[in-house]
């Protein structure tokens, strides 16, 4: 039986699995999901959603793709993990989720990007639908990979973007795509998102929970959950993993809340566990080798 059987619960509450139906929508979160659907209908272009590791980018592409899926007119395809060791590596990739045809006659990457050309203007134009590309983890995209994106971008007509283009990433994307000549101005919306505040860690909290199945009865004291926001600084990764941990605890120990002794007791134990590798990784002799 699995500790959130054990709790009366249907499912995991904090798995760190970017569910969208696990998805706490914050104040920031929910203004980013909004102003994207806003760019993407009046076809934009470019859209940036930036913020530090585990600050919830990947969950809320997810949420937005769930969303993007029920519209008929839209047609969205996703890169989501975005490393690519040549321009043809990635064009290749790109004709394929878009079902463009790359036979011999497209081999070249001018050929190649002349095919995808003709798939907007197809999707985009003739059929009019809302064409809109997600790539996840964009820091990792290389500087010509962000050269295609930005001659794609080039496609239009008198009233909208022919292509809708959405970048998550880390904080190092913003510097990268800032000093690419012709590529910053061209985003239409830029957001950052950031961690959640106390009041939101308890609503993030108390969410999960009742999504998971949870009765009135929630399991955290007031003083635990302030205990896992000053921990986790409020960031929805860190939290959904003390939050596990803490559950976890409740069961083996059986007992019946989480209190803030547990807490700190849990935050204590993975301390002393990160001090014990960083001794085993100090004692282990360097390999020279030959």
């Given at each position: 039986?699995?500790?959130?059987?054990?709790?009366g619960l249907t499912a995991e509450p904090f798995s760190t699995s970017p569910d969208p139906a696990f998805f706490y929508l914050s104040?920031?979160?929910?203004?980013?999901?909004?102003?994207?659907?806003?760019?993407?209908?009046?076809?934009?272009?470019?859209?940036?959603?930036?913020?530090?590791?585990?600050?919830?980018?990947?969950?809320?592409?997810?949420?937005?793709?769930?969303?993007?899926?029920?519209?008929?007119?839209?047609?969205?395809?996703?890169?989501?993990?975005?490393?690519?060791?040549?321009?043809?590596?990635?064009?290749?990739?790109?004709?394929?989720?878009?079902?463009?045809?790359?036979?011999?006659?497209?081999?070249?990457?001018?050929?190649?990007?002349?095919?995808?050309?003709?798939?907007?203007?197809?999707?985009?134009?003739?059929?009019?639908?809302?064409?809109?590309?997600?790539?996840?983890?964009?820091?990792?995209?290389?500087?010509?990979?962000?050269?295609?994106?930005?001659?794609?971008?080039?496609?239009?007509?008198?009233?909208?973007?022919?292509?809708?283009?959405?970048?998550?990433?880390?904080?190092?994307?913003?510097?990268?795509?800032?000093?690419?000549?012709?590529?910053?101005?061209?985003?239409?919306?830029?957001?950052?998102?950031?961690?959640?505040?106390?009041?939101?860690?308890?609503?993030?909290?108390?969410?999960?929970?009742?999504?998971?199945?949870?009765?009135?009865?929630?399991?955290?004291?007031?003083?635990?959950?302030?205990?896992?926001?000053?921990?986790?600084?409020?960031?929805?990764?860190?939290?959904?993993?003390?939050?596990?941990?803490?559950?976890?605890?409740?069961?083996?120990?059986?007992?019946?809340?989480?209190?803030?002794?547990?807490?700190?007791?849990?935050?204590?134990?993975?301390?002393?566990?990160?001090?014990?590798?960083?001794?085993?990784?100090?004692?282990?002799?360097?390999?020279?080798?030959?």
């Amino acid at each position: 039986m699995s500790y959130y059987q054990a709790l009366g619960l249907t499912a995991e509450p904090f798995s760190t699995s970017p569910d969208p139906a696990f998805f706490y929508l914050s104040k920031g979160h929910k203004a980013a999901l909004y102003r994207l659907r806003i760019a993407l209908g009046l076809k934009r272009g470019m859209c940036v959603v930036v913020g530090d590791v585990g600050t919830g980018k990947t969950t809320l592409s997810r949420k937005l793709s769930q969303v993007l899926r029920e519209e008929p007119d839209t047609a969205l395809y996703m890169i989501l993990n975005p490393y690519f060791k040549s321009q043809k590596q990635f064009l290749t990739r790109l004709a394929s989720i878009f079902h463009v045809d790359v036979s011999p006659k497209h081999d070249s990457g001018l050929d190649c990007i002349e095919a995808i050309e003709q798939f907007l203007f197809k999707k985009g134009v003739e059929e009019r639908k809302t064409v809109v590309l997600l790539i996840d983890e964009a820091q990792l995209l290389p500087d010509y990979v962000l050269e295609i994106l930005r001659i794609l971008l080039n496609y239009e007509t008198n009233e909208y973007k022919i292509l809708q283009l959405i970048l998550l990433g880390q904080l190092e994307l913003v510097p990268r795509i800032s000093r690419l000549a012709n590529f910053w101005d061209r985003i239409a919306l830029k957001c950052m998102l950031k961690p959640l505040d106390l009041a939101e860690t308890r609503e993030m909290i108390e969410f999960r929970l009742r999504q998971a199945g949870a009765p009135d009865h929630l399991f955290f004291s007031g003083a635990a959950i302030e205990a896992i926001h000053a921990n986790t600084q409020g960031y929805p990764r860190r939290l959904s993993l003390l939050c596990h941990n803490s559950l976890e605890a409740l069961v083996m120990q059986d007992r019946k809340v989480v209190d803030e002794q547990l807490v700190r007791d849990l935050i204590a134990r993975d301390l002393r566990r990160v001090e014990e590798e960083d001794n085993f990784i100090k004692g282990v002799p360097d390999v020279v080798q030959a």
